[in-house]
């Protein structure tokens, strides 16, 4: 997770592009990363696999709302 904050710091930095895209997009992949780490490592047990990939999946139907 710390990757994904650091690629959105730098995302932020440019200031003339439409921020809420690339937030979206590298919260999907971190969270449905991180999902599937989880699920792996603890064989499904630990169920913050669900929650990571909840928020993935929310983040990539917002990225699919919002206008180009």
């Known amino acids: 997770m710390g990757w994904g904050f650091g690629v959105l710091l ?3 930095a440019d ?21 599937a780490l989880a699920l ?9 696999w669900v929650v990571f990939f909840a928020i993935a999946v929310l983040a990539l139907v917002e990225l699919a709302l919002v206008e180009p």
């Open 10 to 12: 730098l995302l932020a």
């Open 15 to 35: 200031t003339a592009a439409d921020p809420r895209q690339p937030l979206l997009l590298v919260t999907a992949v971190v969270f449905g990363i991180s999902g």
């Open 40 to 48: 792996f490592f603890t064989r499904g047990r630990h169920l913050s």
